[in-house]
């Protein structure tokens, strides 16, 4: 049977290139955007529920359906006020999970980052950490930590930084062979590819690395 997705982030690299996805994947009828501002994807299969995502809560009668894949995230740079960033990379997807088990919905998905832990003494790094642990907690039977390396194809790349950055990585990508190879760069559609095929396949392992990531796209079929 069809199955319906639940998305957060849709506006985002990651959720744009899953929406687009799971639009022409047949194992889905129904996509649901959860967003703060209208998108611009047009198909019979979307619904567009339009809601401050600070505040799920308010949109728990709309948040049913069968897999739900939380694509929102930020950065230091976009959201320097602390208090703000932890809203939206620990508070959203937690509230996510919540309101999922409260509506029996199986499988849940997150994109988290390699190197996070919930007893670093980094802020940003354990404040992925603490969200990846209490998602786990709250018991979803398929839950997924999607943990990637750095992400190339950033909508923002063309600013000076990202352009540096994303040289950087090239070069740097050519030295990690063996134990590094795991660190190399990935991406934004092979995330996305990735999340479809475990949005309709059992995974054995919770949380899914940057080399486990690039082996479920390249196994992603329509």
């Given amino acids: 049977m069809p199955k319906t997705a639940i998305i957060l982030g849709a506006t985002g690299l990651t959720g744009g290139l899953l929406t687009e996805l799971l639009i022409n994947d047949p194992a889905y009828s129904k996509i649901k955007l959860f967003t703060r501002r209208p998108t611009t994807f047009s198909s019979p299969k979307i619904e567009?529920?339009?809601?401050?995502?600070?505040?799920?809560e308010t949109a728990k009668e709309n948040f049913t359906g069968d897999v739900v894949f939380c694509c929102i995230g930020t950065?230091?740079?976009k959201t320097p006020d602390r208090d703000q960033y932890h809203k939206i990379d620990y508070g959203i997807p937690l509230e996510a999970a919540q309101l999922a088990k409260e509506n029996n919905i199986d499988t849940f998905m997150?994109?988290?980052?390699?190197?996070?832990?919930?007893?670093?003494?980094?802020f940003y790094v354990r404040t992925k950490g603490e969200m990846e642990r209490d998602v786990l907690k709250i018991g979803i039977s398929q839950t997924y930590i999607i943990k990637p390396a750095f992400i190339n194809g950033r909508p923002d790349e063309d600013r000076k930084g990202e352009k540096t950055l994303k040289f950087f990585m090239?070069?740097?990508?050519?030295f990690m062979v063996g134990p590094l190879?795991?660190?190399?760069s990935i991406q934004g559609l092979q995330i996305a590819e990735a999340m479809a095929y475990l949005g309709t396949h059992d995974y054995k392992e919770q949380n899914v690395f940057n080399e486990q990531i690039k082996t479920l796209s390249n196994a992603y079929r329509i």
């Avoid at 567009?48 to 799920?56: P, T, V, Y």
């Avoid at 997150?110 to 919930?118: P, Q």
């Avoid at 090239?170 to 050519?174: G, S, T, Y």
């Avoid at 190879?181 to 190399?184: D, H, L, N, P, V």
């Fill in 48 to 56: 567009e529920i339009i809601c401050d995502l600070l505040e799920l």
């Fill in 75 to 77: 950065t230091k740079a």
């Fill in 110 to 122: 997150v994109i988290s980052s390699m190197g996070t832990s919930a007893k670093s003494p980094f």
């Fill in 170 to 174: 090239k070069v740097m990508d050519f």
């Fill in 181 to 184: 190879k795991k660190y190399k």
